[in-house]
T-cell receptor, first 112, second 115 residues
Framework: NAGVTQTPKFRVLKTGQSMTLLCAQDMNHEYMYWYRQDPGMGLRLIHY???????AKGEVPDGYNVSRLKKQNFLLGLESAAPSQTSVYFC???????????FGPGTRLLVL | KQEVTQIPAALSVPEGENLVLNCSFT??????LQWFRQDPGKGLTSLLL?????REQTSGRLNASLDKSSGRSTLYIAASQPGDSATYLC??????????????FGSGTRLLVRP
């Protein structure tokens, strides 16, 4: 039982490049989330999903897109990376909306 | 707009000391509150979750309290150990269909327990 896994662990991009971050969970959770963590600002919600095939915007969705084609996977895409997207990205999942969220180890992204 | 504040930002204590971490929030209409631990370069681990109708939760040496009316929560760590060194984050889950899925995080308290 791996819980929540994220790939890659670390990535360097040039401005304007695109990439996809993958999150996978093996707990059969309905809800999945993408957060970014910046120094001194805590975690902020980018997008979330309440089930397979659904997505919704969080607090800071601009510049990101997501897809939930399979229940166990939640993908975060950056179409045209900007230096402001340099951050640590965390994926999380939960059984229900009010229940404990389980976090992945994070992806550190540097945009030059 | 909900704001979550954690003071102090950093704390250094000698081993064995009992300590309290503070969390305050501006909107008392919360569904629940959760305390997390984050080790350097790692993800978040849930420590305690307190429902809005509860006053406290305990797990081992940890005790979290919630006073919704005053917008405060505290995390009490008894007999601190060097292994407790980490960043502690509190997060409130906002009530309501539109925002019930959101966790609003504080910026954390970085704890160092000195041997």
């Amino acid at each position: 039982n791996a819980g929540v896994t994220q790939t890659p662990k670390f990535r360097v991009l040039k401005t304007g490049q695109s990439m996809t971050l993958l999150c996978a969970q093996d707990m059969n959770h309905e809800y999945m989330y993408w957060y970014r963590q910046d120094p001194g600002m805590g975690l902020r919600l980018i997008h979330y999903s309440v089930g397979e095939g659904t997505t919704a915007k969080g607090e800071v969705p601009d510049g990101y897109n997501v897809s939930r084609l399979k229940k166990q996977n939640f993908l975060l895409g950056l179409e045209s990376a900007a230096p402001s997207q340099t951050s640590v990205y965390f994926c999380a999942s939960s059984r229900g909306p009010g229940e404990t969220q389980y976090f992945g180890p994070g992806t550190r992204l540097l945009v030059l | 707009k909900q704001e979550v504040t954690q003071i102090p930002a950093a704390l250094s204590v000698p081993e064995g000391e009992n300590l309290v971490l503070n969390c305050s929030f501006t909107d008392s209409a919360i569904y629940n509150l959760q305390w997390f631990r984050q080790d350097p370069g790692k993800g978040l681990t849930s420590l305690l979750l307190i429902q809005s109708s509860q006053r406290e939760q305990t797990s081992g040496r940890l005790n979290a309290s919630l006073d919704k009316s005053s917008g405060r929560s505290t995390l009490y760590i008894a007999a601190s150990q060097p292994g407790d060194s980490a960043t502690y984050l509190c997060a409130v889950r906002q009530w309501g269909m539109d925002s019930s899925y959101k966790l609003i995080f504080g910026s954390g308290t970085r704890l160092l327990v000195r041997p």
